[in-house]
């Protein structure tokens, strides 16, 4: 992610904002800061997180942008800088929780975008900003629901239900759910509830922020209150 300077900075308007590598979670191509910041028109820009480098170009963390979850954040530790809708920057720790609703069943949704979270019980759901996800990238086959929705993945009624190793950029209006295949509570949840035709809901909240526009999750911060910090993960510099 970048953080983006608009505006006239010798009268202090300034904006800043996250921007994805190629507007991508997945991006193999590791889009550089420089082609982010003359793409959007920015005065400057930072890397604003960890990614996997010369990989899968993912970003480690959770991100937000324009208000849209395009990685839902994890809260490991206390270095999530925050932008809200009144413009208010903070440093918080933001944490996700949601639910999945078909009918009368319901289950924890685990993240937005997170692949790796498709084990065991958890349950992650995809969205077209997760970008193409290749064999070496989703590590293993995975249980993949899919449908179509109309408020950005909030209900979606499933038109498939397969297996696969690996996942397709998703077309605009196509969102999903991502578990495992193999035995487990997750996989088996969608199998034994979800089916073709019907439309499954989900809801999902931030706790720890309100109207977060813009969100880039780091694992720990240097300074804090203008001191050197040691945060909870014993990071210090």
């Known amino acids: 992610p970048v953080e983006e300077l608009d505006g006239d ?11 994805a590598a190629d507007d991508k979670v997945v991006n193999p191509a590791d889009e550089t800061i420089s082609s982010m910041a003359n793409r959007t028109g920015a005065v400057a820009g930072i890397n604003g997180g960890f990614f996997n480098i010369n990989a899968s170009g993912e970003p480690t963390d959770g991100e937000i942008i324009n208000g849209e979850i395009y990685k839902s954040p994890k809260a490991v530790n206390d270095a999530t800088f925050t932008v809200d809708a009144s413009g208010n ?3 918080n ?3 996700f929780s949601g639910s999945i609703t078909d ?5 924890t949704l685990t993240s937005i975008n997170w692949e790796s979270d498709a084990n065991g019980d958890g349950i992650t759901e995809i969205t077209p900003r997760l970008g193409q996800v290749d064999a070496q990238y989703l590590g293993g086959t995975r249980l993949i ?3 179509t929705s109309t408020d950005n993945g909030a209900n979606i009624k499933v038109t498939s239900i397969t297996t696969a190793d690996h996942l397709a950029q998703l077309p605009s209006g196509t969102y999903g759910l991502l578990a495992s295949d193999a035995p ?6 969608v199998r034994n509830t979800v089916h073709v035709g019907e439309t499954v809901s989900l809801t999902n909240t931030l706790n720890g922020g ?3 526009k813009q969100l880039v999750e780091g694992s720990y911060r240097i300074i804090a209150n203008g001191a050197a910090n040691q945060d909870s993960a014993g990071a210090s510099d």
């Open 9 to 19: 900075l010798m009268n202090t308007n300034v904006s800043v904002r996250a921007v």
């Open 210 to 212: 309100k109207n977060i």
């Open 89 to 91: 920057v903070g440093f």
């Open 103 to 107: 009918g009368t069943n319901t289950h």
């Open 145 to 147: 629901v899919l449908g």
């Open 184 to 189: 487990s509570s997750g996989g088996s949840w």
């Open 93 to 95: 720790k933001v944490t």
